[in-house]
């Protein structure tokens, strides 16, 4: 299903039928199609929507950069839109980004809050990145003053060495939202999260680290922290039966 949001058609899917509503927030790259398993066992007591984000799955990407509070305000939009007003949310790395922004920053409210592997807190930078980040830089200038006659080829190479694969694989107007996000720290949100929060985070996640999930535990005051050992970022799908029976755990008690 698709509703119309400003400049966005946002795709979104329903599933069961409860009384209480879970929305799902995927990680960045991720569609609904992820979640399918996880939304079999809830859907059936609860009532799960999830959506497609700008440039993921069903939704095509606006003209314009977004910011982490566009894609969050387009979430609080969706919600008033179809009249969720309390639910439980679900967030995966980039989805946790949005419910840390909704809940802290612009202070909604919600009844629980579950955050998988979630991303917000912004790395420390390193020797190794600040030598990295600065020849990126001087090679990035070097393109643009030598008489190359196809400059954007060397840039799409510049970018391959040096960028993530996420921002790698984008569309050129994209990159600029996703440094948008990637540049934004959340840490100050998380003491104005009110709502009672479940982490659950692989052991061995090395794109959003334990040390933030651990962060995010002692920053968030009614929180939990539940780790999965030889688990890595996408624990929700390593250890799938695990983490469904926590979060039924968790929303039933």
Same mark, same amino acid.
């Given at each position: 299903?698709?509703?119309?949001?400003?400049?966005? &058609?946002?795709?979104?899917?329903?599933?069961?039928?409860?009384?209480?509503? !879970?929305?799902?927030?995927?990680?960045?790259?991720?569609?609904?199609?992820?979640?399918?398993?996880?939304?079999?066992?809830?859907?059936?007591?609860?009532?799960?929507?999830?959506?497609?984000?700008?440039?993921?799955?069903?939704?095509?990407?606006?003209?314009?950069?977004?910011?982490?509070?566009?894609?969050?305000?387009?979430?609080?939009?969706?919600?008033?839109?179809?009249? !969720?007003?309390?639910?439980?949310?679900?967030?995966?790395?980039?989805?946790?980004?949005?419910?840390?922004?909704?809940?802290?920053?612009? @202070?909604?409210?919600?009844?629980?809050?579950?955050?998988?592997?979630?991303?917000?807190?912004?790395?420390?930078?390193?020797?190794?990145?600040?030598?990295?980040?600065?020849?990126?830089?001087?090679?990035?200038?070097?393109?643009?003053?030598?008489?190359?006659?196809?400059?954007?080829?060397?840039? &799409?190479?510049?970018?391959?060495?040096?960028?993530?694969?996420?921002?790698?694989?984008?569309?050129?107007?994209?990159?600029?939202?996703?440094?948008?996000?990637?540049?934004?720290?959340?840490?100050?949100?998380?003491? @104005?999260?009110?709502?009672?929060?479940?982490?659950?985070?692989? @052991? @061995?996640?090395?794109?959003?680290?334990?040390?933030?999930?651990?962060?995010?535990?002692?920053?968030?005051?009614?929180?939990?922290?539940?780790?999965?050992?030889?688990?890595?970022?996408?624990?929700?799908?390593?250890?799938?039966?695990?983490? &469904?029976?926590?979060?039924?755990?968790?929303?039933?008690?």
């Amino acid at each position: 299903m698709y509703l119309k949001l400003n400049d966005i &058609n946002l795709y979104y899917e329903k599933f069961g039928g409860g009384k209480e509503t !879970i929305v799902i927030l995927p990680g960045w790259g991720e569609t609904r199609k992820t979640f399918y398993p996880m939304i079999r066992v809830l859907e059936k007591e609860y009532t799960v929507y999830i959506v497609d984000y700008p440039g993921f799955g069903n939704t095509e990407f606006p003209t314009r950069s977004l910011t982490i509070y566009d894609y969050t305000n387009l979430i609080i939009d969706f919600l008033n839109e179809l009249q !969720i007003w309390h639910p439980i949310l679900i967030g995966h790395s980039f989805g946790g980004r949005i419910v840390i922004t909704m809940c802290g920053y612009y @202070q909604k409210k919600v009844p629980k809050i579950i955050l998988m592997d979630s991303a917000g807190i912004k790395p420390r930078k390193t020797f190794g990145s600040w030598i990295k980040k600065w020849t990126y830089k001087f090679l990035k200038k070097m393109v643009k003053i030598l008489p190359f006659s196809d400059k954007s080829k060397h840039y &799409n190479r510049l970018i391959q060495l040096f960028g993530s694969k996420d921002y790698a694989i984008l569309k050129p107007n994209e990159r600029e939202t996703f440094r948008n996000i990637v540049n934004e720290d959340l840490t100050l949100y998380l003491k @104005q999260i009110r709502s009672e929060t479940l982490l659950i985070w692989g @052991q @061995q996640d090395i794109d959003t680290p334990l040390k933030d999930g651990i962060k995010m535990n002692k920053e968030i005051k009614d929180s939990g922290l539940v780790i999965l050992e030889k688990a890595t970022h996408f624990s929700y799908l390593e250890k799938a039966y695990l983490v &469904n029976e926590i979060i039924l755990e968790f929303l039933k008690s």
